[in-house]
């Protein structure tokens, strides 16, 4: 019997995953998450559709939840409930065979007897349960018959206790009637227990004393009596479950047969007040299902209870795996359970969903709003920013890695020349004339002679030389994006918000002293910062009013007088609509003629103030190319015409070529920008 120390041990499989695999990598997820939400999708739901996908080189919750469907089918179209039975059926027709063949060959029988046995033999019930209890009294002469017959009684009494406890039916093979008593023994005692335990009169004690005498039949090593209910009502209702799932012809042989299992009735009746006891106690459990097993593998009654638990198991999986229900979280996945049914890989492969989720949510990634909805916070915004402006980069250099951007330094260019520091001076230190300087006037005797300063340093303030660099222009920058209709129609929605998410990035970062603005025009303009815009829903009202952006635009540079004005229009469609002087839009398609002399009119109004202006055209439609045509040569500015897969490289290379052009006095960008990169662009 197992010692209280014994039941009371618990150890488990290691399941903590490969110690030494990297930690999970989530630029991946958050490039695919910020797509989703770019694309109108909540970053909750963003994040449900990449676990449920996957990655790359991550298998998803779809292809797990696949692969236990696939488990559940194979079990249901393998095998078949008729093992028993048909191991009963074995056992009579050898048993029967055997006693022929001894009733046959003994010459000293007696013939009467020899043909009222031999008659009993041959008239035998079809029904294996029935003829089972028909042969309940029959003396057999052949010892092999006898013990076949044997074999009936004792398998049905192990596959109906295997029912019960899982692992029964091997440990009793060649059970002792001392083997038996004991199991008769617990069985009262467990019926005990849970009876007095639904009265509420049992107590801890009475449960360690149970477990002290009889631990060895319970191999979950359950600590109290809650824990044990749960472990048998399990079985029990998988046990039920399978009965629900036979033919009535197939319970009705069981049930007959059941009578026989150690030849006695009283096994029967012990598990009956046990059912009943655990059905009570767990009524919450599915004791009404049932399946369709259409395979050719027979299964013993114990087996099929297994497999019955297995089907349970995958169900409950299938449904933690969809994730599609009120308050699902990745912790209600079961990898136990999980490693089980589909292997340890699986697990692993869940576990690995599991740490990218709590990383996305732990990281500074994913944050909740004051409403409790999931938002990408500012750290997740400059992450994706700079994994847009890398891609960026490697479009424009046309070689993989980042484009060198030393221009981009704050101080503005070096000019190769120094000079002393004065106080106020930002620029670096040029550290080998300061040391230069120090060695050559403490060497000459400067300072007295002494090796350091009056404060005692080795660099006195007169040494420094700092680095000259040349003046640097601030840029007013302002980005005007059509969030009309067509945009999101066409495809070009997502684009759109990565361009200015990029070009956000790219000056935050990088040139910290321009001033960007982002403009989103559709039926009216409104400034936006880069959450609002990434956030966008689609428009589907109809209408673009660029002259309500280039409204703003110019009130953009207006704040900043002494910064170059930059005017970056992002449109796949020609205006249609404006502001009255009242404030009211109006709207017409095709455009009003008072529509497009507005629209010229602000454009005017961006070239006095100095705006160096480029058109990105979207699309191949004709009048569209004709407006910007005509206001790019009006305005002296630029069209490009990019495929979408490089609108962000083209509106980035723009915004950098404009800013070589002040220094070089010419119209290009300084970058070979105009050639070969993708997209073409009409002076």
Known sequence: MASRDLHRSRFRRYDGGDPLAPPVDLAEALDAIGDSVMAGSSPERAMREFLRRGGRDQVGLD???????????????????????QQVKELLD?????????????????????????????????????AVNELADYEWRSPQARADYEKIKDLLGRELLDQRFQGMKQALENATDEDRAQINEMLQDLNELLEKHARGEDTQQDFDDFMDKHGDFFPENPQNVEELADALAQRSAAAQRMLNSMTQEQRDELMQLSAQAFGSPALMESLARLDANLQSLRPGEDWRGSESFEGEQGMGLGEATGVMQDLAELDELSEALSQSYRGAGMDDIDLDKLARQLGDEAAVDARTLKELEKALRSSGTLSKDSGGELRLTPKAMRQLGKELLKDVATRMSGRQGQRELRRSGAAGELSGATRPWEFGDTEPWDIPRTVLNSVMRRAGGGAGGRSADAAGRLIAIDDIEVAETEARTQAAVALLVDT???????????PMKRTALALHTLIKSRFRDDHLQLISFARHAEVMEIEQLTALDANWGKGTNLHHALLLANRHFRKHPDAQPVLLIVTDGEPTSHLEPDGQVFFSYPPHPQTIAVVVRELDNSMRLGAQTTFFRLGSDRGLAHFVDSMAKRVHGRVVSPKLDDLGAAVVGSYLGSRDSWGSGDGSDGNGWSGGRGWWVEQ
């Not at 079990?75 to 028993?84: A, D, V």
């Open 94 to 130: 050898r048993a029967v065979m055997e006693e022929r063949k001894q009733l046959a060959r003994d010459v000293d029988l007696d013939e009467l007897d020899r043909s009222f046995a031999e008659m009993r033999i041959e008239n035998l019930p079809a029904s294996p349960s029935a």
């Open 63 to 85: 292809d797990l939840a696949r692969r236990v469907a696939q488990r559940r089918q194979e079990l249901l179209q393998r095998n078949n409930l008729n093992g028993t039975l």
């Open 484 to 494: 009309s209709f067509s945009m999101a129609m066409d495809g070009r929605w997502v």
